[in-house]
């Protein structure tokens, strides 16, 4: 294929092929009426052959660079060992050390949270969870040693941190409401704003059961597990 301006009052510029003999027109770019007109069309022609003629020139240049960035591209991700997936990691950090528990020095603790927090499990789950999806190198033997350690000497101060951001966040006043949804109630007769019959689970229509519910304000003092830290846990 090459550009071809036709000799005639016209003056056509095309671009023409001659492999089968004859010229068979490929592409028609309008007709000049000027030479300058007739120059630029040509050029136009002459720039369409060189992008889609059936051989075309390489940028030798470009390419390269290409290529560089390919090869760099493929190093870097031959040098990858592993991949992370922390993005929940990264968000409850913050929360973490917006709270306060920053202020305890111990590591364990922060990724014993996040773990319970993303997927909630046993212990010996737990140590293979931040293993497999934070890459924490955090043992089974690590975690019950660090449960005796909370418990009998940072367990105030979780505690104490805990009510100083609950007192933030409510505007410094704490209110506590205790519900017990339990299956244990006591029948009576007498009706009063507590006690209204109703529903019994037992088919019970005719006495009041009596739900045990407690609400109080301005409770500064945290309400907190008394017993054995680690049975909160399963497995």
């Known amino acids: 294929m090459f ?69 760099e591209s493929e190093r870097v991700l031959n040098n990858i060992s592993a991949v992370v997936l922390n993005g929940p990691q990264q968000i409850l950090n913050q929360v973490y050390d917006s709270i306060g528990f920053n202020r305890i020095r111990d590591e364990v603790l922060r990724h014993l949270v996040i773990a319970r927090i993303c997927q909630p499990s046993s212990k010996s789950a737990t140590a293979d969870y931040l ?11 690590q975690i019950h040693r660090y449960m005796d350690k909370l418990y009998n000497k940072q367990r105030e101060l979780v505690q ?25 109630y006591f029948e009576t007769g007498i009706q009063d704003e507590l ?19 407690r609400s109080t304000r301005n409770c500064n003092a945290l309400l907190h597990y008394t017993g054995e830290l680690t049975s909160a846990w399963t497995g």
């Open 195 to 213: 006690r209204t019959n109703g529903f019994s689970k037992d088919g019970k229509t005719a006495a009041s059961a009596s739900s045990h519910t």
């Open 160 to 184: 104490q941190i805990s009510v100083e951001h609950t007192g933030k966040i409510l505007g410094g006043s704490i209110g506590l409401m205790f519900y017990d949804v339990t299956s244990l």
């Open 131 to 141: 293993k497999s999806y934070f890459h924490e190198d955090v043992s089974l033997d």
């Open 3 to 71: 550009p071809r301006k036709k000799k005639n009052r016209t003056g056509t510029i095309s671009v023409v092929d001659k492999s089968w003999g004859g010229f068979k027109e490929i592409k028609n770019f309008d007709v000049a009426k000027t030479e300058e007109e007739a120059d630029r069309l040509y050029a136009k022609a002459a720039e369409w052959v060189r992008r889609y003629g059936g051989q075309q020139e390489i940028d030798f240049v470009q390419s390269s660079i290409v290529q560089q960035e390919f090869l």
